[in-house]
């Protein structure tokens, strides 16, 4: 099992930017794909990017896409979401997620997590 920990949240103006960080721990010598995701008060959680084991795979929300950059350092267990030109809709509780790698068909990147964090907030003020 691994434990994921989320930080980086907080409020900025919009048209700023923010870089969220996810820090693994526990059995992190499996390989793990890793994602965000994002709940908006009185919304569903949804997808916001992901990231394979390897960095080679990336894939993003298209409310996100050529704004937001997922990476990793996998010496570091650590993910992070960097998140520019932010909107005010784009105020949510963000959740790092993670699943053993492997697999790469269907919708893995959107369904495929089991493990997840507690979330760290982001407000975006107009």
């Known amino acids: 099992q691994v434990q994921l920990v989320e930080s980086g949240g907080g409020l900025v103006q919009a048209g700023g930017s923010l870089r969220l960080s996810c820090a693994a721990s526990?059995?992190?010598?499996?390989?793990?794909?890793m994602g965000w995701f994002r709940q908006a008060p009185g919304k569903e959680r949804e997808f916001v990017a992901a990231?394979?084991?390897?960095?080679?795979?990336?894939f993003y929300a298209d409310s996100v896409k050529g704004r937001f950059t997922i990476s990793r350092d996998n010496a570091k267990n650590t993910v992070y979401l960097q998140m520019n030109s932010l909107k005010p809709e784009d105020t949510a509780v963000y959740y790092c997620?993670?699943?053993?790698?492997?697999?790469?068909?269907?919708?893995?990147?959107?369904?495929?997590?089991?493990?997840w964090g507690k979330g760290t907030l982001v407000t975006v003020s107009s």
């Open positions: 526990g059995r992190t010598r499996s390989t793990y794909d």
């Open positions: 990231i394979s084991w390897s960095g080679g795979l990336t």
């Open positions: 997620a993670a699943r053993m790698s492997g697999g790469y068909g269907g919708t893995w990147y959107r369904d495929g997590m089991d493990y």
